[in-house]
């Protein structure tokens, strides 16, 4: 069966440091890959995905940037952090073409203070 | 581009009540449709999809939905819920394609009290 891990759970930073999320998928090849942003009260907004090993979409321009370094790995990362960053971070999967529903991984919650 | 109305925010019922929370979407093409439930500080579970089919279905914990295209909706229903149903839902769409992202609600939190 498929599993999805995020690291860390939780993540705690000043304003100004740099960030880096890790996402991996267990248990198929070739996923796409999702990173949301879901902010306090308000619902989820798609950051980036990914059809492929370097291939990176971006839907929204920001501070942040996101990398495929293998297949099933997924970094979200960010230079210097603001504090409209602070939120709860989900990566999801989705299963080879033909299938459309996306898998969610546990989150992590950054606070940047 | 599509869109999708979750037409409540809150929710609040008694404990083996009947519940509906309502899902509106729009779309200029066929549309696949889902259902994810999200409990406090956790990620999002899928609860049910329509592909196609059946317009009637049936999910995981008791849920089911019915997609209605001539009113562009997809409604989730429980006919008696539990304490542990609380939780937000998102209603998602997605139009295929070859990239296949989701467009989500804005969720609707259901509370469901003793």
């Known amino acids: 069966s498929q599993t999805i891990h995020q690291w860390p759970a939780t993540l705690v930073q000043p304003v100004g440091s740099p960030l880096s999320l890790e996402c991996t998928v267990e248990?198929?090849?070739?996923?796409?890959l999702y990173w949301y942003r879901q902010a306090a009260g308000r619902g989820l907004q798609l950051l980036f995905y990914s059809v492929g090993i370097g291939q990176i979409s971006s839907e929204v321009p920001q501070n942040l940037s996101a990398s495929r370094p293998q297949d099933r790995q997924f970094i979200l990362s960010s230079k210097k952090l603001l504090l409209s960053d602070s939120g709860f971070y989900l990566c999801a999967w989705s299963p080879p073409p033909g299938r459309y529903e996306q898998y969610f991984g546990p989150g992590t919650r950054l606070t940047v203070t | 581009a599509q869109s999708v109305t979750q037409l409540d925010s809150q929710v609040p019922v008694f404990e083996e009540a009947p519940v509906e929370l309502r899902c509106n979407y729009s779309s200029s093409v066929s549309v696949y449709l889902f259902w994810y439930v999200q409990y406090p500080n956790q990620g999002l579970q899928l609860l049910l999809k329509?592909?196609?089919?059946?317009?009637l279905v049936k999910g995981i914990n008791g849920f089911e939905a019915e997609f209605n295209k001539s009113q562009t909706s997809f409604h989730l229903r429980k006919p008696s819920v539990h304490i542990s149903d609380t939780a937000e839902y998102f209603c998602?769409?997605?139009?295929?394609?070859?990239?296949?992202?989701?467009?989500f609600g804005k969720g609707t939190l259901l509370t469901v009290n003793p």
């Open positions: 329509y592909l196609s089919g059946s317009t």
């Open positions: 998602a769409v997605s139009a295929g394609g070859s990239n296949y992202k989701l467009t």
């Open positions: 248990g198929t090849s070739n996923p796409n």
